[in-house]
C-alpha cells in the first residue's frame, strides 16, 4: 500500500425525513443561497420543505438561483456567483445532483474572482478550471441536499463543470470545496426517471472500477471495500429494475454511490481515470449523459488495458463475478469473460456499451482526439501511459461492441 493522508470533514445526515435538520445545520443567522436545477427541485416538493426548514429557526436570509444545468455550465455559473456577491451571501445550499452540487462548489471557489467592476471575472474564473482551482484559498461555505445518488460529489471536494462555448468539460477540485454537510434522503429519489436511477447505478460502479482497476499494491482494505461496492451496486442495480418503490434498495445504492467516491478507496492506490476523461468530452462533443459516456468507454478500456491491468482483471473476474479459471481456460479468457459480464450488466440497467448505441460511428473518434489533446489529456492511466494513441485504440474498439 502506499503512503497516504486522508481527509474528509463532510457530515452525512442519512434517512427519510432529514432535510428538516437544515435547520441546525445552516448558521441562523446566514445569508444563504440555495442553488437547484431545472426544476425537478420544485415540482417534487424537496424546495418547499428546505424553504420550510430554514425558516424554522433563526434569522435567515434566503435567496434562490435555479437553472443550473445537467454537465454545468460555466456561464449559468457565474451567473450564480454574481448573485452571491450581490446578496454577501455566506453559505450556498446545492438542493440537487451532482451537476447542482458540482456547479455550487464552482460558484462557491469563484465567487471572490472580481473584475474592477464588481462582476466575476469569465477570465478569471476559467483560468482557474483549466488548472489553478486548487490554488484558490477562499471559498463561501456550502452545505448539500443530495436528490440522486452518482456522482459521490455530496462527500468530496471536485467537480466538473461544462464550457460549450469552449467545447470543454473539465474537472477541478480544492478541499475549500468540501460540502459542510450534506443530506441524503433516500426517498428523494423515488422521483427520478428510471434512466437517471440507473445512470447513477453505473457511474458509482465506474467510479469503483477507476480506482481499483490498476496494479496491486496489496491494498487490502481498499481491495475489499472496492469488490464489495461492486458487488452491491451489481445487486442492487437489478434490483431496483425489479422493484423501484423498494426503500431498502433505495437506500443502499444512495449509501453505495457516496462511498464510492468519497476518497476512501482511492487512498494509497494507483487510480486511473481514463474512462472518465475520454468520457467527458463524449459528454461535450454529444451531450451523452455522463454516465452513459462510461459504460460506452469502460468495457474498451479494460479490453485494450488488459496486459497492464492483467492482476486486477483475474482478481476481479474472481472476487466480483466468481469465476474461477478451469483448467482449460487461459488468463485472457477469463478476462474475456468477466469483460462480457460488465457489459451484459450494464445493457441490463438499459445502458450503452459502445459508440453504436449511442448512434456513433468511426467519425466520431477524430474530434474526441483532438479535444483530448487540446485539454491536455494525453497521459492518462495509472503509469502515465495512455498518449493519444492508445484513446485512439480504446475509441476503435469502442465503436461496435464485441458481445453484441
Ligand atoms: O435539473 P433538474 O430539473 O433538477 O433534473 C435533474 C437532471 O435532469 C434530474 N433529477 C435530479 N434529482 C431528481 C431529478 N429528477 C427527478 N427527481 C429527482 N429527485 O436528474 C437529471 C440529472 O441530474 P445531474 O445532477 O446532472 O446528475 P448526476 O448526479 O449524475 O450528475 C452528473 C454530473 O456530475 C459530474 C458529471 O460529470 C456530470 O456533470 N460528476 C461529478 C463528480 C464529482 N463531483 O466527484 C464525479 C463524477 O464522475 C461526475 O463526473
Ligand atoms: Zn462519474
Known amino acids: 500500500m502506499n ?21 441546525d445545520l445552516v448558521p441562523t443567522d446566514a445569508r444563504v443561497l440555495i442553488t437547484y436545477g431545472g426544476g425537478s427541485a420544485e415540482r417534487t416538493g424537496t424546495l418547499d420543505e428546505v424553504r420550510t426548514a430554514l425558516s424554522a429557526n433563526g434569522n435567515r436570509e434566503v435567496f434562490e438561483f435555479g437553472g443550473i444545468e445537467p454537465n454545468p455550465e460555466f456561464v449559468t455559473l457565474l451567473k450564480a456567483a454574481d448573485q452571491v456577491n450581490e446578496h454577501n451571501i455566506d453559505f450556498i445550499l446545492a438542493v440537487g445532483g451532482g451537476s447542482v452540487i458540482d456547479g455550487s462548489k ?5 465567487s471572490s474572482l472580481k473584475e474592477d467592476d ?23 461555505d456550502l452545505g448539500a441536499v443530495l436528490t440522486i445518488p452518482a456522482t459521490g460529489s455530496e462527500m468530496n471536494s471536485g467537480g466538473v463543470v461544462n464550457y460549450s462555448e469552449r467545447q470543454a468539460k473539465l474537472p477541478f477540485g480544492n478541499p475549500l470545496a468540501f460540502p459542510k454537510f450534506s443530506i441524503l434522503d433516500p426517498a428523494k429519489t423515488l422521483t427520478l426517471p428510471d434512466s437517471q436511477v440507473m445512470n447513477g447505478v453505473a457511474d458509482a ?16 482494505v481498499q481491495d475489499a471495500f472496492a469488490e464489495s461496492l461492486l458487488k452491491i451496486l451489481i445487486e442492487e442495480g437489478h434490483a431496483v429494475k425489479a422493484d423501484p418503490n423498494n426503500m431498502e434498495t433505495r437506500k443502499n445504492i444512495m449509501w453505495t454511490a457516496t462511498m464510492a467516491l468519497n476518497g476512501l478507496i482511492g487512498t494509497g492506490v494507483p487510480q486511473d481515470w481514463t474512462t472518465h476523461m475520454i468520457g467527458h468530452e463524449l459528454t461535450s462533443l454529444h451531450a451523452i449523459d455522463h454516465a452513459r459516456t462510461l459504460t460506452i468507454v469502460l468495457p474498451s478500456v479494460m479490453r485494450e488495458l488488459k496486459d497492464s ?3 486486477k482483471l483475474l482478481q476481479y473476474a474472481r472476487n466480483v463475478w466468481n469465476i474461477e479459471a478451469n483448467n482449460n481456460q487461459s488468463d485472457d479468457e477469463v478476462i474475456e469473460a468477466a469483460i462480457v459480464r460488465t ?5 441490463d440497467l438499459g445502458l450503452p456499451v459502445s459508440l453504436a448505441d449511442a448512434d456513433l460511428d468511426d467519425s466520431a473518434i477524430d474530434p474526441i482526439i483532438e479535444q483530448l489533446e487540446a485539454h491536455k489529456m494525453v497521459k492518462l492511466g495509472e503509469h502515465n501511459k495512455n498518449d493519444l494513441t492508445v484513446s485512439r485504440r480504446i475509441l476503435e474498439r469502442a465503436t461496435t461492441s464485441k458481445a453484441s
Open 3 to 23: 503512503n497516504f493522508q486522508y481527509y474528509n470533514p463532510v457530515r452525512i445526515v442519512f434517512g427519510e425525513g432529514q432535510i428538516e435538520q437544515l435547520s
Open 106 to 110: 464552482f460558484v462557491a471557489l469563484v
Open 118 to 140: 464588481g462582476t466575476v471575472s469569465r477570465e478569471k474564473a476559467w483560468d482557474a478550471l483549466i488548472g489553478y482551482t486548487k490554488k484558490l484559498d477562499s471559498a463561501v
Open 205 to 220: 460502479f465506474v467510479h469503483v472500477m477507476e480506482q481499483y482497476l490498476t496494479y496491486p499494491v496489496n491494498a487490502k
Open 309 to 311: 491491468k492483467k492482476d
Open 343 to 347: 457489459e451484459d450488466f450494464f445493457r
